[in-house]
């Protein structure tokens, strides 16, 4: 089957639709790859929000009203104007994880379980083209593995299937070593071989193979976040999150993550942004006594008290993590501590170590925008495998990118508001951080 698009016109694109869409990661990675996401379901209402307003050209339906996937019937498939069979390409989506986590506390009775067959219903009932379903390498373990084998059961009746299959998105150019589980369908009538991606990127800090053409490098550490304001310098961090950009970047990665420099591979329309800005940079203050303990971590060496390890400059990052809804305890998962300086990294150094550009915007609390990142596929690593679903149904983009989209400011400006005014400094923190031996995701 060989479809051609033009990259001019989003509506010429093959069209995908995302179920549990957080923040959008995986939705910019396909529009990216040439998708056009013409609708994303987001249940929590602060995330889809930003998604919302990160995807301008998607239509974001979130809260527990519209958002809810177990309230997608074929009424709401018309209400929402989701298309259906062939005109449909794409059904992807990432259901919640944390009865499957193997980093938390496994539960085989959690409700949030059954969500991985709430996607195959949707998927059954759309038919589109093809599928694609995310999640943490817990779902595939032995004690859980009943929701998932009961998901593919019912898809498989209708599509052929590759996987459940693990990869690192260190393979694909995201400076992180974060692995995640992709089953990738395509419909049986379409007589296609699904297949996920071979690595594009090598783990390796040889750079003359890379100097010699005969390799390409996932950047690392310092590559992603070198040219990023040092937050210590700027006491206007602690409450706003906020500087003008004062470094340039040196690297090719960074130039891409500010715009500097156009990624031939990127099909993304693009947004309106200020691009001297850069944003989620709100400090987090550490007392004395645990600045002391990390003045003497080495690299990739962890704080015992606290879990929280010393990035390596020159190698990937460790996984960076979610915690939980305040549903489940407003857990805050430990961030890394950065390469030179004593303190854990910003919102945005963690985007940019999963490949979200600077663009791309998160809350502007900490405890809000840290989720978002950490529970969002890298969208490089879903580029990827957008490539080749597109690749495997013969669908051309051309180069190019659609119009520039503008964003709704707001979607987003009350909180960036009261973030500015809220005191947060002076508040007493209430969220405990879970060591990550017993993180949630």
Same mark, same amino acid.
Not at 139 to 148: G, K
């Given at each position: ?8 016109? #989003? ?37 889809g929000r930003y998604a919302a307003y990160n995807l ?23 209400? $929402? ?6 005109? #449909? ?62 998901? #593919? ?103 891409? $993550? ?31 006594? $645990? ?24 190698? $990937? ?43 791309? #915007? ?43 989209q503008e964003r709704r400011e707001s979607l987003v ?29």
């Amino acid at each position: 089957m060989t479809l051609s698009s033009t990259s001019s016109d #989003l509506a010429a694109r093959p069209k995908a639709v995302e179920l549990f869409a957080g923040v959008g990661g995986m939705g910019l990675g396909l529009e990216q790859a040439g998708f056009h996401v013409v609708a994303a379901v987001e249940l929590e209402e602060i995330t889809g929000r930003y998604a919302a307003y990160n995807l301008p050209a998607t239509e974001v339906y979130y809260g527990e009203e519209q958002g809810d996937v177990r309230r997608m019937t074929h009424d709401a498939y018309r209400h $929402m104007c989701i298309p259906s069979g062939d005109d #449909l390409a794409l059904v992807a989506g990432g259901p919640p994880c944390q009865g499957f986590s193997l980093a938390g506390k496994k539960n085989a009775r959690d409700p949030l379980n059954d969500l991985v067959l709430e996607f195959a219903r949707v998927v059954c009932d759309l038919r589109p083209l093809a599928f694609l379903m995310e999640n943490v390498p817990g779902i595939a373990h032995r004690r859980s593995s009943w929701h998932l084998d009961e998901c #593919l059961k019912r898809l498989g009746r209708h599509y052929r299937i590759a996987g459940p299959s693990t990869l690192c998105a260190a393979d694909f150019g995201v400076p992180q070593l974060r692995n995640r589980v992709f089953a990738l369908g395509f419909r049986r009538d379409l007589c296609v071989a699904p297949s996920l991606p071979s690595a594009t990127h090598v783990r390796s800090n040889d750079r003359s193979q890379q100097e010699l053409g005969l390799a390409v490098f996932t950047p690392t550490v310092w590559d992603a976040i070198h040219d990023l304001p040092r937050v210590d310098e700027h006491p206007e961090l602690i409450d706003g999150d906020r500087v003008p950009y004062t470094e340039q970047p040196d690297s090719p990665y960074a130039r891409v $993550m500010r715009g500097h420099a156009v990624d031939p591979a990127d099909r993304a329309y693009r947004v309106q942004w200020d691009a001297t800005l850069c944003t989620n940079l709100r400090r987090t203050q550490h007392g004395p006594s $645990m600045k002391s303990r990390f003045s003497k971590l080495a690299f990739g060496q962890a704080d015992k008290k606290s879990g929280i390890r010393r990035l390596h400059p020159h190698q $990937m990052s460790t996984t960076i993590r979610a915690g939980t809804t305040r549903e489940r305890g407003s857990w805050s998962a430990p961030r890394p501590l950065h390469p030179f300086q004593n303190r854990v990294l910003t919102t945005r150094e963690c985007a940019r170590l999963q490949s979200f550009p600077d663009w791309f #915007l998160f809350h502007p609390v900490k405890w809000h925008g840290n989720r978002q990142v950490g529970n969002a596929v890298p969208p490089l690593l879903a580029r990827a495998i957008g490539r080749q679903i597109l690749d495997s149904l013969g669908i051309m983009i051309s180069p190019g990118h659609p119009a520039v989209q503008e964003r709704r400011e707001s979607l987003v400006a009350n909180d960036i508001a009261r973030a500015r005014t809220s005191g947060l400094s002076r508040r007493r923190v209430s969220q405990q951080v879970i060591h990550p031996a017993r993180n949630a995701r």
